[in-house]
């Protein structure tokens, strides 16, 4: 078997502080790493993120063929599998890799913003009607799929239409499209590498949330802090918006877990040798390389769909709860889970973002035309009840961090440890006492996400603006949850 | 549910997690790790790593199938809808199971694979597990071929979805003071 066991000194002992919210890891620190680990901290992050084994797990990234530049860590990073949750890194589309563990088992799991013209003190008694709507009507937690079940024919659409095939089945429209990460279709899916058992498993989950993190918060905007941006962006302080994060569900799950196995087999045919057998890899240009593409192209088209059709409901609850006139506009739709081919210093590079949201600047052309002269929209969302951000991309984030910035508050205690200090009881209690509505199907879930779980989203906010990743315009409150 | 400790009948395992959870891992408690079969959880960041231990590596897929039973809401250490607690959905039809050949550490990563699929996607548990085929115990557990487990279990009321999959990050089987143990980390 292709690994090799990491010993010797610790990553964070050889680490230099290279300004006030950027710490490195030299290339020298490991014979086999080919380019230098780069982490986004302050201090006080920094000895969060250096606790557990986030960066072994960044410095196991920096060896991977064709990595090029750095790897880079987002404030919120910790430990994960493979690459670090919070990691980034690109590869030359010719001569590099592409990994299915650089990407993640929930491929293209993201975030989006519905934006109503509705004032918070308007919402009065119907929040909580409104939130058990929500929970009625987007399947969540262990057990509950959709109430969409899709044939083959009509899987193939949505892995290789995505949204598009939406707007047909009128479940989305063409400025949904607009506001969507690539339109909320990555080329290049490719049907037939999405194995029978991914299909069996997403067939019926088209429009559910699953369980962990995932959640939909009802929230309202509290403070702005550029004022042109939030106009920009239809954002006025008291005004309720909707969030949404979940991802591919199960499809996107087996696709991963196909191509690791498949990958970890031919690493000798390919004379790759790794420190972490989670990071198999194929050559982009190779035949697996190319399948796992398609494949998770396919699984991204799902997510993106699988978020439209959480949208579809939770519009369908605002007219009947708040009214037929109320309507939601998508601010935007964000994947943190993806592998992309992109240019970046006059070159194509696959960039894989694992737990890490794209942040263009108002330069780039990505950026979608409505949101030009100020940034593309980036959420992060804190831990659940804290609220969230919405940040506009830099255009210095692509030469930072190939044009990323994190993608949450990012965990800093194990989900047991988390359970211990705290019964999902009191977590509701907590909550329910500040006037958000909760609905949770699991009190151990509740305990598990619960805030003291999380980084502060302030400061791991804050490090992303100083570090010039994308910068803050608003701040949101939360009025009820639904968790997976 | 009906528990039986250690019961072997032709290589047959019950997976029902009653009574063999072991709280710690190997190294701080090896008051209760010694000379029995066990699982444990340890502590990750953002996933959930599992550690086994058993006599041979048929006990290890057995521990690995009580560790994910133990998952189930209404099972140990669940607090969700009950499972399906009929006495004739518990007994039915034995199935043959086939995992790719690999080493040790990729054939339990397939294995519990295997569970998540078959949970999220046909609602069944296993509880009673038996390794047919495809392992050589002597030769470092590198499987022979397809590796063959037969099983029986449960259908649950609900899919269970909260393990995404096993992953081969870390995983690692070897063999210790004459067990084996064995590490995965599941994404949750």
Known sequence: ?????????????????????????????????????????????????????????????????????????????????????????????ESGVISPGGV??????????LVSGLHSDDLGDRLEPLVHELSRGIPSGMGRGSHLSLDDAALDRVFTEGCRYLVERGMATREDLEHTESGGCLPGADPARVSRRARDRGRSQLGSMGSG??????????????????????????????????????????????????????????????????????????APGQAYFGAMAAAANFAWCNRQVISHVVRDAFHRVV?????????YDVAHNIAKVEEHDGRALCVHRKGATRALGPSHPETPAAYRSVGQPVFIPGSMGAGSYVLVGEDASLERSFGSACHGAGRSMSRGEARRRQHGGEVRRALT?????????????????????YKDVDQVVEVVERAGLARRVARTGVLGVVKG | MRTRRGARRSGVQRVEPVGRRVEGTPGDRPDLWSNRSGYAWVDHTSEATLRLRGPTFAAL??????????????????????????????????????????????????????????????????????????????????????????????????????????????AKVRSRSGHLEAEVTLDI
């Open chain 1, 104 to 113: 993640g088992y929930d491929i293209n799991c993201g975030v989006r913003m």
């Open chain 1, 213 to 286: 993190n995932h959640f939909v918060e009802v929230e309202r905007v509290e403070r702005i802090f550029d004022q042109d941006a939030a106009e920009t962006l239809g954002l006025e302080v008291g005004h309720v918006v909707v969030l949404i994060h979940t991802g591919s569900r199960g499809l996107g799950h087996q696709v991963c877990t196909d191509y690791v196995s498949g990958m970890d087999k031919g690493m000798p045919e390919h004379g790759i040798t790794l420190p972490d057998r989670q990071l198999a890899c194929a050559p982009l240009q190779s």
């Open chain 2, 61 to 170: 897929l057995e521990e690995a199938a009580r560790a994910f039973v133990s998952l189930v809401p209404g099972h140990l250490g669940g607090d969700g809808p009950e499972a399906d607690d009929d006495d004739d959905a518990a007994s039915g039809a034995w199935r043959e199971l086939t995992l790719e050949e690999g080493d040790a550490a990729s054939v339990l990563v397939g294995w519990l694979n295997e569970l998540v699929y078959l949970a999220e996607v046909e609602r069944w548990v296993p509880t009673e597990v038996a390794l047919e085929a495809g392992v050589d115990e002597q030769e470092d557990v590198m499987s022979t071929g397809p590796v063959r487990v037969r099983a029986r279990g449960r259908t649950l009321e609900q899919p269970f979805v909260l393990v995404k999959a096993a992953t081969l990050h870390g």
């Open chain 1, 1 to 93: 078997m292709s690994t090799r066991a990491t010993t010797g000194p610790r990553p964070a002992e050889a680490a230099r502080r290279v300004s006030e919210t950027l710490y490195e890891i030299p290339s020298t620190f490991r014979a086999d790493m080919k380019v230098p680990a780069r982490i986004y901290a302050d201090e006080r992050l920094w000895a969060q993120i250096s606790t557990d084994r986030s960066l072994d797990q960044l410095v196991n990234v920096a060896t991977l063929p064709g990595v090029t530049r750095a790897a880079y860590a987002m404030p919120d990073a910790h430990e994960g599998y493979g690459f670090p949750v919070g990691g980034v890194a690109a590869f030359d589309a």
């Open chain 1, 433 to 453: 006492e500040r006037g958000i509505v909760v609905r949770c199907p699991s009190l151990k879930e509740l305990a598990e996400e619960a805030p003291h779980a």
């Open chain 1, 323 to 331: 009214g037929a006139d109320a309507e939601l506009r998508l601010l």
